[in-house]
């Protein structure tokens, strides 16, 4: 399928000059994705000298890239994160004009910088109006923190959205915050409040505490849906949000490299992937994609959406339980079941075990559950210090041992909001969780024939080398 015309043309033409909206953007059929991966991976290949050495070493000529269809992806090649961070230069399309560039969090080692251009800023911009029309009227007022660099498209509802700034080391963004929270606007001919907030959970919980201490009770403003990006959701924090705010929470997987997102069903069912990027799910050993199961998650962001720096098949070493079929909402196609975290700090048995009824990976995930449901997710001595949104939460560090020789997965924790607290006590906390995780894994360890111990440890927040800040 040969694509001539550039589709941030047709994207533009779409919005302005096709009423209808009947444009390849609002549909989401494998045909108009196909012309979008043929068009991506051909600019991938003119314009960057990484993919044109290696599209060539694997054989892919331009008259190949330009029939290829969505079964051919799988004989495209892998990007690894530390390709794409030690070549950076040889990842940028040279046809793109850069306006910015920020950083990933660099929870996997350096940072990354992460450069966008003018081109796909725009394109963001339009869909964002193409799926505005496309969505179910209503009136709701979303307060959405950060931009259009990361993170993923809101829900598939209507929401007049409110761009905010917030740092918690800029103090003034915090009351401003505060302030929209309770800011009326007039919609449709009504007054509305805020009703739900975009924000990840790390930066939420910072909120709260700032608000707990202003005597502002957060389940007194109108916000009652927060959807959730850039930090795991565990279960602790969709019940903090319950109390906190009185808020449904809405849960999504995104990352900063790569224009993607699978984002919680509207009626809580596993995440659903967003048509801008193509993902698979591939089996982490012989590294071809499955429909079931767990398995790395690669995305291949598509063009115009992504376009300063083009990447295909992007290994994102994030275990994900993946299930095929149609949702109750009407979804139908693959869609994310559960996060269970980076692979390197996670255990998998999937090949010793083939019984899926089984939970066969450890994930990091899992281990963040039983943490934050056993210490508080907001106190007020410790929230009340602006530093980064980092330290508001657990730090912690897994040991991994080879588990097959019956040593203890140990885990690490530190807990600065902990230090008022006796060294009893702190020891009960690591007891707990110690004891939660192994009843977790009780039937793993059977059929293991092999009990997996944990060991969790609590120290001073400084004595941790390598933090595992996200999962
Ligand atoms: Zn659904």
Redesign the pocket.
């Known amino acids: 399928m040969i694509v001539k015309n550039d589709p941030l043309v047709s994207l533009r033409r779409s919005v302005y000059f096709d009423h209808d909206n009947r444009s390849q953007f609002a549909r989401t059929d494998s045909r108009s994705v196909e012309r979008l991966l043929s068009y991506t991976v051909r600019r991938a290949y003119e314009h960057t000298r990484f993919y044109r050495k290696s599209l060539r070493k694997h054989g892919l000529t331009p008259s190949k890239i330009d029939s290829l269809s969505l079964s051919d992806l799988p004989s495209l090649p892998i990007t690894q994160k530390r390709e794409l961070r030690e070549n950076i230069s040889d990842f940028l399309a040279d046809d793109i004009h850069v306006i910015t560039c920020g950083y990933t969090s660099g929870t996997t080692g350096a940072r990354t910088p992460v450069y966008i251009s003018a081109e796909e800023m725009e394109a963001r911009i339009l869909l964002r109006q193409i799926s505005f029309k496309h969505s179910q009227p209503s009136n709701e007022v979303g307060i959405r923190f950060f931009g259009l660099q990361h993170g993923p498209e809101l829900g598939n509802y209507w929401t007049f959205t409110i761009p905010v700034y917030f740092d918690p080391n800029v103090k003034p963004t915090v009351d401003s915050v505060i302030n929209e929270l309770g800011r009326s606007h007039l919609l449709g001919g009504h007054v509305r409040y805020p009703s739900s907030l975009a924000i990840s959970s790390r930066p939420l919980r910072y909120l709260t505490g700032q608000m707990l201490e202003r005597s502002i009770a957060p389940s007194s403003t109108s916000i009652r849906r927060v959807l959730n990006y850039g930090f795991y959701c565990s279960k602790a924090f969709r019940d903090f949000c319950l109390i906190q705010w009185k808020a449904d929470v809405f849960d999504s997987y995104g990352l900063y490299e790569v224009y993607a997102a699978a984002v919680e ?3 809580h ?2 995440k ?1 992937f967003s048509s801008v990027a193509i993902p698979e799910v591939l089996d982490p050993a012989t590294k071809t994609p499955i429909e079931n199961g767990e398995g790395i998650l690669t995305w291949t962001p598509l063009y115009p959406f992504q376009a300063a720096v083009p990447i295909l098949r992007y290994w994102t070493n994030d275990l994900v339980r993946i299930e095929t079929g149609s ?5 139908v196609g693959p ?1 994310i079941e559960s996060i269970l975290g980076r692979a390197d700090y996670s255990f998998d048995f999937s090949a010793q075990i083939r019984d899926p009824t089984v939970p066969r990976v450890i994930g990091i995930c899992d281990i963040i559950d039983e943490i934050e449901a056993t210490t508080p997710l907001v106190s007020s001595r410790t929230e009340t210090q602006p530093r980064g949104y980092g330290d508001l939460a657990p730090r912690f560090t897994v040991m991994r041992p080879d588990v097959t020789e019956s040593e203890p997965v140990t885990i690490i924790i530190s807990l600065e909001k902990f230090f008022d607290k006796t060294g009893s006590e702190m020891k009960n906390v690591g007891a707990k969780i110690t004891n939660d995780l192994e009843s977790k894994y009780e039937r793993l360890s059977k059929k293991l024939g092999n009990p997996i111990y944990f060991d969790v440890k609590i120290v001073d927040r400084m004595t941790i080398q390598d933090p595992i800040m996200k999962a």
């Open positions: 069903c509207e009626l069912g596993p659903h949702c109750r909402c009407g979804y869609s």
